[in-house]
């Protein structure tokens, strides 16, 4: 059974920096990109930043971008998420995703989500 | 980025209703659009991917349809579980996925 459980939210100040871990188990760690999305209280889902297999290649939505570093450890099946320079907006649960892939079409997909960790951005 | 728009916003349906849910991207993106559930406290579900691909162990009552900028969800005879918040979320940018702002589908 795929599991994925996210650790280290909690409460920070603004411009305060925050890591988040997501421990993975149940499937070839190695063989997937892996996602955090996060949802804002009451909000919907933002697609916040991805990493490749091989920690070769990442993206991140440009809210992010320069303050957020995504990163992954395939020998301790583990995944991250460096938060720097935390503001207000950052405030939500932070899910630690699996992207899974329909190969003919290239067609990536989340299909297998953890339990989330908060993080609430407030001083 | 590409913007998602979903439609309704939220709705009232009865047990044993046919629901549709409706997403249109700002550009074409075909196949590349899933579907989730989230049902309160609990972390989305996938539902449908490649715009009608049903995920192993949904029920055969949703399914999903549409091609270019517009697509859709639809829920057959609604059951007591399906009263949840569903959205979708294109895949087509590989640098900037997009979800919807999701759709509430609450009990008459």
């Known amino acids: 059974e795929v599991q994925l459980v996210e650790s280290g939210g909690g409460l920070v100040h603004p411009g305060g920096s925050l890591r988040l871990s997501c421990a993975a188990s149940g499937f070839a760690f190695r063989s997937y990109w892996l996602t955090w999305v996060r949802q804002a209280p009451g909000k919907g889902l933002e697609w916040v930043a991805s990493i490749k297999e091989d920690g070769s290649e990442k993206n991140y939505v440009d809210s992010v971008k320069g303050r957020f570093t995504i990163s992954r450890d395939n020998v301790k099946n583990s995944l991250y998420l460096q938060m720097n320079s935390l503001r207000g907006e950052d405030t939500a649960v932070y899910y630690c995703v699996r992207v899974d892939e329909q190969w003919e079409l290239q067609a990536y997909y989340l299909d297998s989500w953890g339990q989330g960790t908060l993080v609430t951005v407030s001083s | 980025d590409i913007q998602m728009t979903q439609s309704p916003s939220s709705l009232s349906a009865s047990v044993g209703d046919t629901v549709t849910i409706t997403c249109r991207a700002s550009q074409s993106i075909s196949p590349y659009l899933n579907w989730y559930q989230q049902r309160p406290g609990k972390a989305p579900k996938l539902l449908i991917y490649?715009?009608?691909t049903l995920q192993s162990g949904v029920p055969s009552r949703f399914s999903g349809s549409g091609s270019g900028t517009d697509f859709t969800l639809t829920i057959s005879s609604l059951q007591p579980e399906d009263f949840a918040t569903y959205f979708c979320?294109?895949?087509?940018?590989?640098?900037?996925?997009?979800f919807g702002h999701g759709t509430k589908v609450e009990i008459k």
């Open positions: 979320q294109q895949t087509y940018s590989t640098l900037a996925w997009t």
């Open positions: 490649a715009a009608s």
